[in-house]
């Protein structure tokens, strides 16, 4: 069982659309913001199978932004980040408007240095590659905080396919 993101400004428990010991997907229909989280060691099936269940939920649910964090993850291999950036990328792009929020959590404690670096290389090249905001930050309050300031999307009814707490990639 993963953890939810510790928040002191944002106590609404979220709905838990994609759990398996690889990563998770969590919804705040509260904020409508979406964390994704990748964690530990994975297969490159494993990690295309998270970001592209996040793209069926970005279809599906009125969302403002989505935070990432590969804070717990052993990290990625290049093949991974060359795909999310060639070919998850593309299809995010063409699922969100203009004003959807972007954000990868850079925490402070992590003091890996060759993660940081890849963190900043990811910001810098999908922020010029998208017409929506790419950014980091340094904690999940602080991520809600922008995206609530910032997003321009109306009150909206509940997702399409109802209130289901929990989804078939349980």
């Known amino acids: 069982m993963h953890t939810f993101p510790s928040s002191t400004l944002y106590p609404a428990e979220p709905q838990v659309l994609f759990c398996q010991p690889y990563g998770q997907i969590l ?11 990748i964690i530990g060691t994975f297969t490159h099936q494993e990690y295309r199978r998270l970001y592209t269940f996040l793209l069926g939920v970005l279809k599906t649910y009125p969302v403002r932004g989505c935070i990432a964090s590969q804070a717990k993850s052993n990290g990625s291999s290049i093949q991974d980040r060359a795909w999310l950036v060639t070919s998850w990328f593309s299809q995010l792009k063409n699922i ?12 402070a404690h992590d003091t890996n240095a060759f993660k940081r670096w890849i963190a900043d290389y990811l910001e810098k090249t ?4 998208a017409a929506f905001t790419v950014r980091s930050m340094p ?5 809600v905080t ?18 289901n707490k929990r989804s078939r990639e349980q």
Do not use: C
């Open 96 to 107: 969100v408007g203009n004003d959807f929020i972007l954000i990868g959590l850079r925490e």
């Open 139 to 143: 904690d999940f309050d602080s991520a």
């Open 27 to 37: 919804y705040y229909p509260a904020y409508k913001v979406l964390y994704t989280e």
């Open 146 to 163: 922008y995206i609530l300031e910032r997003s321009t999307l109306k009150q909206v009814d509940q997702p399409n396919e109802g209130n």
């Open 126 to 129: 999908l922020s010029s590659m």
